[in-house]
C-alpha cells in the first residue's frame, strides 16, 4: 500500500510511462543472468541438471552452500585462509588508496606549485594505462622489490590508482578557496585545512572511490596468479577460480560455483546500495576538463 | 655606446635569470608542504606506473628469460612480431581490434542512450534502474564466469540453448562458449552486459547536471525536438563526462583480454578464436618465460590504447577556445 501511494504522488506523463516500461523491460533483461544464479545458488541437485531448465527454484535448499563448504574444507590450504587474506588485503589495499589518493588530490586541486600542471596530465595519460598490459613489467617491479608471496605485493600493485585520484581532485575543484583561506586566517595549517575542512566535504568522493576500490581489489585474482607462489598466500576468488576452473566441460560442482559466486557478489552489491546517492554525487564531478 | 648597451642586456638577462632560479627554488621551498603531501601517490605511481612503463620499453628491445641478464636484440621482436607471430598477425591482433571496436564505441554509445532514457525519469524511481543496470558491472572476472555458465552451457540444459530449441530458432544445441563461430559473439555480448560501470553512472550524473533552464531557454530560440536537445544541449554541456566516459570505454575494451579464456575455459581458446592480445602477452610471459618478447607485445597493446585515446580525445576533448 505505501509503495502504491508512493508512485501515485509521482506524476508521470505518457511518454515516462512508455520509457519505465522499456527500462524495466531492459533491465530485468540485464538483472537476468544475476537472477538466475541467485536462484542457481539455492537448487538442489535434482534441479540444477533439469530439463527444460527453470529459472526459479522450486525447492530452495542450502545445500549448495553445505557442499562448497565441503569443498573448502577438504583443500590443502583452510579456506579460511584464504578469507583472511581476501579481507586483509581488501581492508588495507582499500584504505591506503583512499589516504594516499586524497592527500595527491588536495595539493593538485588547491596550491599552485611548481609541477602540479605536469603531474596532472601524468595522471590523465596514466588512466589509460591498463594493468592488464603491463603484467610483464610489473612482475619484473615487484620481483626486484622482494615483495613475492607477501601482503604487500597484493596491496602495493593497486596503490598507484590515477582514476581514484582524478575522482577526488575533481570533487575538491568545487570547495570554495574563501573556506580554506578563511580558515587559514584563523590559524589553521595545512593538515588541519585537509583533515577538518577537506576530508568532511569530499566524503561523498572518499565514498565512492572506497567502492569502487574495494570492487577492483575484492575481484582481483592476478596478483595472486602473478606474485605469489605459496598457496597460503593466495586470496578467496584465485581460490575460486582454480576450484570453478573447466566448469563449462562439466557439470560437478555447478551449485557449489553458484553459491561461491553469491558469496563473491553480495558484498559489492550491498557496499554500492548502501553508498548509491554519494555515487550520483560524485560521478557529476567526474568530467575531464 | 650601442655594445655598452648590449653588454648591459646581457648582464641584466644573466642575472634574471639567476634570479630566476633562486626564485623557483624559493617557490618549491614555499610549497614543500604540497610535495610534502602529494609524495606518496608520487612515489608508488613512478615505481608501479612509470617504471614499469619504462621498463616494459626497455624490455622490448631485449631477449630476457628471467634467468639470464636480458641480452640486446634490437628490433629484433618488433620485426618478428609484425612478419613470422603467425598466432598475433592472424588471431591476437585482428580479435583484440574487432572486440575493442565493437565493445568500446557500442558500449560506450548504450551507455549513453541508457544514461540519458533513466535521467527523464522520475527522482525516486531512478536509482533503481542505476541499479539494475551498473549491478551486472559488479561481477568482475571469476564471478561473471560462474555467472554465465549456465546460460551460456553447451548442452540444452543450457538457458539459452533450451530457450532456443523452445522456439525452434535451433534444431541441436550450439556450443556457445567452445565452437569457435560463436566464442567471440558470446565474449560481445558478456563484456557488453558488464560494461555499464562508472562511465555510465558519470553520464547519468552528466545529464542530470545539465541546468533545467537552458532547455526552457533552447525552446524559446527554437528547439523541436528531444533529439535537437540531446544534440545541442545535453551533449555540449556534459562533454566533460563524455570524455571521462570514452576514456573508461576504452581502457574497459582492452582490458577484458581475459574474458575468452574464462568462458571456454580453454587456454588457449578454441582455435584462437578468442585470442586476444593480452592473452598472447600472458602465454609469452607467463608460460614460456620470454619477457622480451611479451614486453614488445605489451608496448604494442599500450600503444594502441594510447591512439585510441588520442582519438577520443580529438572527438571530445576540451577546445582551444572552452
Redesign the interface.
Known sequence: MMLLK??KR???DK??IF??F???F???F??L??I??FN?ALKPYSEL?????R?FVQQPTLSNFTEFFIVLRDSVVPTSRYLFNSLLVTFLGVTLVI???A??A???SK????G?KL?FS??L??????P??????????IAR?GIMDTYLGHI??H??A??T?FLIKQFMDQVPNELIEAAKIDGAK?WTV?MRIMIPICMPAIATTAI?TF??IW???STST?FMQNDSMKTF?FF??TI??????QVAR?GA??A??MI??LP??IV??VF??K??????H???? | MSGKVQLSQTQQSTRLRKNRLSLMIDEIWKSRVSYLFIAPFVLAFSLFIIIPVIVAFGLSFTYFNTIQAPSYAGWENFQYLLSQDIIFLKHALPNTLTFALIVGPGGYIAAFVLAWLIAQIPDRLRIWFVLAFYAPSLTGGVVMNIIWQPMLSGDRIGYLNSFLLGLGIIDEPQLWVIDPKYLMISMVVVTMWSSMGVGFLAMVAGILNVDKQLYEAARIDGIKSRLQEIWYITIPYMKPQMLFASVMAIVGAFKAGQVGEQLSGMKPTPEYAGHMIHSHISDYGLIRYEMGYAAALSVVLLCMIYFFNRLSWRLFGPKGDE
Open positions: 508512493k508512485i509521482i506524476k508521470l511518454t515516462q520509457l519505465m522499456l527500462l524495466t531492459g533491465g530485468a540485464m538483472m543472468p544475476l538466475y544464479i542457481h541438471f533439469l530439463f527444460p531448465p529459472i589516504v594516499i589518493s592527500l595527491c588536495y595539493p593538485l596550491h599552485r606549485f611548481y602540479s603531474l601524468v595522471i595519460v596514466s588512466l589509460m594505462f591498463v592488464e598490459a603491463m603484467e610483464i613489467p610489473r612482475y619484473v617491479v622489490l602495493f600493485p596503490i598507484a590515477s582514476v585520484v595545512e585537509f569502487l570492487q577492483t575481484n582481483d585474482t602473478l576468488p575460486l577460480s570453478t576452473n573447466n566448469l563449462a566441460n555447478q560455483a553458484a561461491a559466486a563473491m557478489f559489492t552489491l554500492f546500495l548509491q546517492r555515487v550520483i554525487a560524485t560521478m557529476a567526474s568530467g575531464i576538463k
